[in-house]
């Protein structure tokens, strides 16, 4: 007989990560073949071409100087004033649309996720996003009493299924007054994809024809947290303008985080951006969020917050910050050129990669195909749809060959299917 304390609505819940098994799994062949040998594509951080994590100089250099009072003291439940200002400066940089605009400060990007999911969808309700999806969505959802569903991110052409997307909007639409969509554009985590202009010109059109009349509320996530790898800085950003003069019934949220862009991963510094051609629901979700922190996490890392303000607020630190990151962004790109070039070439179907982190490749059993990969010391972690490959973190002299070694897995594994 086993016991249980745990309440009903916790009983069983296990937080199993495909990741972290992938990569306990390249850690133990590091320690029997050397690091030299072994091709660990299951990170999600930036690793330089020594394979060592890497900090943006500028952002360890204005971290490590920070008086300790402003890294001990307590901040504002809402953030510090300057971080608020600052990150919607740096969410649109020139591409902020007409609107009403609040910025809450959160822990992460994962906070902005939590806390859109509290305060904008109702319990027992589905949230939308794309069948590729980062698998923290799921549990954010379940843990808050909302269901996920899905609708496929690609066409037969591999172009955004907005056909899909419809379609689902107005099958949860059918039974449901409101709807939370979340988007993860630009530099897609896993795929690498980012919906274009006219993806958002459709997207903002469907939302917008469901709106009509007011009687359903629609809030559109923009989990951004992979933008500052994903191309021109307001080139990727111009798609935000579409966000201005929306119905008041859709209210735009973009999920800006400092893991990625400020490589402060640990951390636990981001803030949601709320969008809205309506000054009274600004106001609201400036209360409500502010709410939700108090009643989450109480107030977030103020060193952090502190940090990127010092540099924002320097055209300086600025720029010297935006050239070390541009390097980084560079190498990655590299990197994800390499493989799309190589599969292009031997003739693996990887979905469209554009920008950022990660790629994919489709498979049936992903389990079966990294496990082959193994035996050529490739570590990748299997998602339900596929094979995800960290760009991020694979030098480019090691991602040399990884495609072609990628379809050998496959093919095997379909031999023996
Ligand atoms: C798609 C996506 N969104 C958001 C995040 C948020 O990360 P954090 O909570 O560290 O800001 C991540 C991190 O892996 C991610 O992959």
Not at 246 to 260: R, V, Y
Not at 278 to 284: D, P, Q, T, W, Y
Not at 394 to 406: L, Q, R, Y
């Amino acid at each position: 007989m086993t016991i249980s304390m745990a309440a009903s609505h916790s009983v069983g819940k296990v937080a199993k990560d495909a990741i972290f098994g992938a990569s306990a799994a390249a850690n133990k062949a590091v320690l029997e073949f050397g690091a030299g040998k072994v091709t660990n594509a299951t990170i999600g951080a930036f690793m330089d071409d020594e394979e060592r994590l890497a900090c943006i100089p500028t952002v360890e250099k204005i971290f490590r100087e920070l008086p300790m009072k402003d890294i001990i003291a307590y901040a504002p439940i809402s953030g510090l004033p300057a971080y608020l200002d600052a990150v919607i400066d740096l969410t649109f940089a020139d591409q902020k649309p007409e609107g009403y605009f609040a910025s809450v400060a959160t822990a992460g990007g994962t906070g902005v996720i939590h806390h859109s999911i509290w305060n904008y969808s109702e319990i027992g309700d589905t949230v939308l996003t794309s069948d590729w999806f980062w698998g923290a969505y799921n549990i954010l959802c379940t843990e808050a009493k909302r269901k996920l569903d899905t609708y496929a991110l690609f066409d037969e052409a591999h172009s955004f299924n907005i056909a899909g997307f419809s379609a689902k909007v107005k099958e949860i639409l059918a039974k449901q007054d409101s709807i939370l969509i979340i988007i993860n554009t630009p530099a897609h985590n896993p795929t690498g994809y980012s919906l274009s202009e006219e993806d958002w010109t459709q997207v903002l059109d469907v939302c917008r024809d469901h709106a009509e009349g007011g009687k359903k509320k629609i809030t559109l996530l923009v989990d951004i947290a992979y933008i500052d790898f994903a191309g021109e800085k307001n080139e990727c950003r111009k798609f935000m303008k579409q966000f201005g003069h929306l119905p008041e019934n859709i209210l735009g949220i973009f999920a800006f985080s400092m893991s990625k862009g400020y490589t402060l991963y640990g951390q636990r510094t981001g803030a949601m951006i709320g969008v809205s051609s309506s000054k009274e629901v600004i106001r609201e979700f400036a209360e409500i969020n502010q709410y939700t922190s108090r009643a989450t996490w109480s107030n977030i890392n103020r060193g952090a917050m502190t940090m990127l303000a010092t540099i924002h607020q320097d055209q300086a630190l600025t720029r010297q910050f935006e050239a070390e990151r541009e390097a980084y962004y560079q190498l990655i790109r590299e990197r994800g050129a390499i493989f799309m070039e190589e599969a292009k070439a031997c003739g693996l179907k990887a979905l469209p990669y554009k920008a950022g982190f990660f790629l994919s490749v489709p498979a049936k059993d992903s389990v079966a195909v990294c496990q082959k990969l193994h035996e050529d010391l490739i570590f990748a972690v299997p998602l339900k749809r596929g094979v995800r490959i960290a760009a991020c973190a694979v030098p480019a002299a090691k991602m040399k060959g990884i495609a072609a070694k990628t379809l050998k897995a496959l093919q095997f594994v379909d031999g023996v299917k």
